[in-house]
């Protein structure tokens, strides 16, 4: 049985769908303003882990994460780098697609843009106004949210404690109420607009969600997920204009990643604290960056520096070297005559079965992907001691052990490029090695040699920097 922790109700909770075995789930993408940094990933890497665990469960996931084109920070890259929304909204989108694909983050069922769905914004508006529920002033609609009775409801806060906190223009004198929230913004200098029956503007961004959610979903849907950050007041704005168009709950499980922090503080665009992707990955595989990321519970806050995810590539490249070694021993097992079972065959059997239980285990308790690793690093030992020990190497357990390690792959979105994968370990080994040959020949003031191996290291992508203390290395960006 699989539980969830549920943000709208604070608790562990039975999953249940409304269909069964279906799972209609929208998550808040990126603003494609700028290059994914790490805080991005980690919420497309924990979100896109539990599509994957659904799946290896027998759910169908239809699962809608948007990118938002249209906003004030978009708005602001725009006028900033004088160039059109439109222009700025696709260089980034396809750097997004770009850096998601390398971290083996898989597309969503749709990824629908917001421009794309102004029309439908509208009429999600003038339908709120009709119910009384949103007003126009000035040219801008505003949501009332003294008229939901349930405002606050997400964030676990009461309307009079949230009149400021977090709410947009509150002096706005166009405003009946602070707290009220725009879904329609009228045309001002530098923006982009468009018609609309209260005059010429563009959408408020948290209706941008709801109305997309609702288009590819339906009214009510099975999960609803995105940063931590979004809790209030995007999610619970959300919330409000949905469930009052249509009388239904809007989303069933609410589910919030903790934040990456660097020095103690959120790691983000506007701290400007932020690591991006493709400079991570220049150092680090992709698959040390998602283990990085899975090595914590998706709702707990991770620090990140240096050590940190060195520590993760030793990791992963670790586990990378007895998956290898079983795979090899598994495609070898063809040409290897059937042995009957030994006890040490009969303890990896069993290990198997309990590995397996004890992943799922750790999964189905709110997709606990830290205690889930614990399972697979000790199914590794157990996999190696058994590859040193055993005399033999029986058939159908090793093709077993291989097949549970597929599974975990799988789940987890590691070593997706198996056949290319090398080893970090082993390009550090030749690369300081080569470092050490390097330094004999500078000793020996044989500057020929010494230039050849840095220029024939750059010629290959990487890059070397002579520092008092020692020699540096880094990967760099191939062209």
Not at 68 to 87: A, C, F, G, Q, W
Not at 205 to 227: K, N, Q, R
Not at 369 to 389: E, M
Not at 431 to 438: T, V
Request: proline share 3%; net charge negative.
């Amino acid at each position: 049985m699989i539980k969830i922790y549920n943000t709208l109700t604070r608790q562990l909770e039975e999953f249940k769908t409304i269909e069964p075995k279906v799972v209609k789930w929208y998550n808040c993408g990126p603003t494609v303003n700028g290059l994914m940094h790490l805080g991005h990933s980690r919420s497309a890497i924990a979100f896109d882990t539990i599509r994957r665990y659904l799946e290896y469960r027998d759910y169908k996931v239809e699962y809608i994460m948007n990118f938002t084109d249209i906003e004030d920070r978009m708005i602001e890259v725009s006028n900033s780098e004088k160039r059109d929304v439109l222009e700025v909204a696709e260089e980034y989108l396809r750097y997004f697609r770009r850096d998601m694909s390398s971290l083996k983050i898989r597309d969503g069922t749709v990824n629908p843009r917001a421009m794309l769905h102004i029309n439908h914004m509208i009429e999600f508006t003038r339908k709120l106004i009709e119910k009384g529920f949103a007003y126009e002033s000035g040219g801008d609609v505003y949501f009332d949210v003294r008229k939901f009775d349930g405002y606050g409801k997400l964030s676990n806060q009461k309307l009079e404690n949230i009149l400021q906190e977090g709410t947009e223009d509150a002096e706005n004198p166009n405003k009946r109420f602070p707290a009220d929230f725009a879904l329609w913004k009228s045309k001002k200098p530098g923006e982009p607009y468009w018609p609309s029956p209260w005059g010429e503007g563009r959408i408020g961004w948290h209706l941008e969600c709801s109305t997309m959610a609702m288009f590819y979903l339906g009214d009510t849907i099975d999960i609803h997920s995105g940063g931590q950050d979004l809790i209030f007041p995007h999610h619970e704005n959300e919330i409000a204009q949905s469930e009052s168009l249509t009388g239904k709950t809007f989303a069933r499980y609410w589910l919030h990643n903790g934040y990456v922090n660097i020095d103690q503080e959120k790691m983000s665009k506007s701290l400007g604290n932020y690591v991006n992707i493709v400079d991570l990955l220049k150092y680090y595989t992709a698959d040390a960056v998602r283990l990085f990321v899975l090595q914590t519970h998706y709702r707990s806050p991770i620090t990140f520096n240096e050590d940190s995810i060195d520590q993760a590539q030793i990791t992963v490249n670790r586990l990378f070297d007895v998956v290898l070694l079983t795979k090899n021993y598994a495609d070898e097992t063809n040409e290897i005559k059937e042995t009957k079972f030994s006890d040490l065959d009969k303890e990896l059997s069993e290990n198997i079965k309990n590995a397996r239980k004890d992943f799922i285990e750790a999964m189905d308790e709110d997709f606990n992907t830290s205690n889930g690793l614990a399972v697979i690093f000790k199914y590794s030992n157990d996999v190696n001691d058994y590859l040193r020990k055993a005399e033999n190497i029986n058939v159908s357990v090793i093709k077993e052990a291989d097949s549970l390690f597929n599974e975990f792959r799988t789940v987890l979105g590691l070593f997706e490029d198996f056949n290319s994968y090398l080893s970090l370990d082993t390009v550090e080994k030749l690369i300081k090695l080569l470092i050490e040959i390097r330094g004999e020949f500078r000793k020996e003031k044989n500057w020929e040699m010494s230039d050849k191996i840095r220029d024939d290291l750059k010629n290959a992508g990487i890059s070397l920097e002579d520092t008092p203390k020692r020699i540096l290395w880094k990967l760099t960006e191939q062209k």
